[in-house]
């Protein structure tokens, strides 16, 4: 009985020497930016997702260890190249993710940059085109988002939907002048200009007398007109007018200023 006690005992004291004798080899996974999804297989094209994120360090044993492809990827983030390793005695990946871009321009520039998630919601920024956005700077960068521009004296944009994709994007809006004509017909001014609201409710008719007066609000005309008689002038003066339309979404950029002198009697 004493004898067959030792042998199960000799039996476990080799069998955990054993196991502490087997070599362990450690990995580690980090990236920059951090919690990126870890994807791995036997090739490049047999990667699969983990359920384990950035940064990683674990240890494994030697019985356990094979060759392996790693890649991580991250929303907002160019997907990492793969980087295969062959079984060695110490693995330590590095990864470092480029930010997906989203630039926006215009013709001609220098246009104010809105953005929402939805039509309805769309936002006026602090950008002006050309712009490009990223994780970095901030924004709407990669998410499915609504954009527009905005330009005194022109119409303003379509509005463009961009969805969320795994690589760099790029739109570009074409901006139209808001047309805006003064003549003179007695004394009287004639403005007309050409309609560029789908929805507009109306337009506003604003006027200053002289190049440093201020602009007032002096008609309002129902939605399609197109014209407007002033015959409230004075001779020897000199009358600027803007126009801008309006809507249940608000209202557009001024048109560009029409400028009209009145002579003398």
């Known amino acids: 009985m004493a004898l067959k006690i030792f042998c199960i005992m000799f039996i476990g004291i080799v069998s955990f020497l054993s196991a502490c004798s087997e070599t362990i080899i450690q990995e580690i996974i980090t990236c920059k930016p951090a919690q990126a999804d870890i994807y791995w297989g036997k090739t490049p094209s047999s990667l699969e997702k983990s359920e384990l994120e950035t940064p990683l360090s674990r240890v494994i044993s030697a019985s356990k260890w094979e060759p392996y492809c790693y890649q991580v990827k991250k929303e907002g983030y160019h997907d990492s190249s793969a980087i295969c390793r062959e079984e060695e005695g110490y693995r330590l990946l590095e990864f470092k993710l480029i930010p997906i871009k989203t630039t926006i321009t215009s013709e ?63 739109v570009r809006f074409k901006l139209f002048p808001y047309p805006l004509k003064a ?76 400028r009209m002198m009145i002579p003398g009697e």
Not at 209 to 230: C, L, M, Q, R, W
């Open 108 to 170: 001609p520039p220098g246009a104010v940059l809105c953005w929402g998630p939805s039509m309805e919601e769309i936002k006026q920024t602090y950008h002006r085109t050309p712009v490009t956005l990223s994780d970095d700077s901030g924004g709407p960068n990669w998410k499915s988002c609504y954009f527009q521009v905005k330009k005194d004296g022109y119409v303003d944009s379509e509005i463009a939907f961009l969805p969320r994709q795994p690589n760099d994007r790029k």
């Open 183 to 258: 003549t003179l017909s007695n004394t009287k001014v004639i403005l007309s200009w050409k309609d560029n609201s789908p929805d507009e409710l109306g337009f506003i008719i604003e006027r200053k007398k002289g190049s440093i007066g201020i602009f007032n609000e002096i008609a309002t005309v129902g939605p399609n007109i197109t014209s407007y008689t002033d015959g409230d002038i004075i001779s020897n003066c000199t009358y600027y007018y803007r126009v801008r339309s309006f809507s249940a979404a608000g209202f557009s950029c001024y048109s560009k200023n029409a």
